[in-house]
């Protein structure tokens, strides 16, 4: 079975998802999660093998109270923060939902600052999803021109992370 602050952590990345359903079984127990704009629904069933019977959990969290009608407003004002996107630029895009780290631990330097030479190996960041750390490279040759999301941020599939100047 997860431990809580797993659970919590699995709750706040598909809150912050455009995942609409979420189910994860291991050995035995069930977690189910579903959203809809006015409320999220979280279900847990405890491990069945247990001695005594155990009854679902449910809790109720209101989404209108958390973000009044505005998230649309709320996600594109990191884009708009962007400086223009010249065509030339190529877009470093998170593989996945998940956790954005700068650096490799939290007392070392960042792989890469604004204004680095990058080649198509380097690492520029780790995303971390699920207690797995995936090292993000570059993909390209190139001089990091922008970093558009901050250490500690929750990034989306897709999300550009970085601007290159190829």
Same mark, same amino acid.
């Given at each position: 079975?997860?431990?809580?602050?797993?659970?919590?952590?699995?709750?706040?990345?598909?809150?912050?998802?455009?995942?609409?359903?979420?189910?994860?079984?291991?050995?035995?127990?069930?977690?189910?999660?579903?959203?809809?704009?006015?409320?999220?629904?979280?279900?847990?069933?405890?491990?069945? @093998?247990?001695?005594?019977?155990?009854?679902?959990?449910?809790?109720?969290?209101?989404? @209108?109270?958390?973000?009044? @009608?505005?998230?649309?407003?709320?996600?594109?004002?990191?884009?708009?923060?962007?400086?223009?996107?010249?065509?030339?630029?190529?877009?470093?895009?998170?593989?996945?939902?998940?956790?954005?780290?700068?650096?490799?631990?939290?007392?070392?330097?960042?792989?890469?600052?604004?204004?680095?030479?990058?080649?198509?190996?380097?690492?520029?960041?780790?995303?971390?999803?699920?207690?797995?750390?995936?090292?993000?490279? @570059?993909?390209?040759?190139?001089?990091?021109?922008?970093?558009?999301?901050?250490?500690?941020?929750?990034?989306?599939?897709?999300?550009?992370?970085?601007?290159?100047?190829?």
């Amino acid at each position: 079975m997860l431990k809580i602050q797993e659970l919590r952590e699995l709750i706040k990345l598909v809150d912050h998802s455009n995942i609409d359903e979420f189910t994860f079984e291991s050995e035995g127990s069930k977690i189910k999660m579903k959203k809809n704009k006015e409320t999220t629904i979280q279900t847990v069933v405890e491990n069945k @093998a247990q001695a005594q019977p155990v009854a679902p959990v449910v809790t109720e969290v209101p989404q @209108a109270a958390a973000q009044p @009608a505005q998230p649309q407003t709320q996600q594109a004002e990191p884009v708009a923060a962007s400086p223009a996107v010249d065509e030339n630029l190529h877009k470093i895009v998170s593989p996945m939902v998940g956790t954005f780290y700068a650096s490799p631990s939290p007392d070392a330097d960042a792989y890469v600052k604004k204004g680095d030479k990058v080649k198509e190996d380097s690492v520029v960041c780790i995303v971390e999803a699920m207690k797995l750390f995936n090292e993000i490279e @570059a993909e390209v040759n190139g001089e990091i021109v922008e970093i558009l999301v901050e250490n500690g941020q929750l990034v989306e599939y897709g999300q550009p992370l970085f601007l290159v100047k190829a």
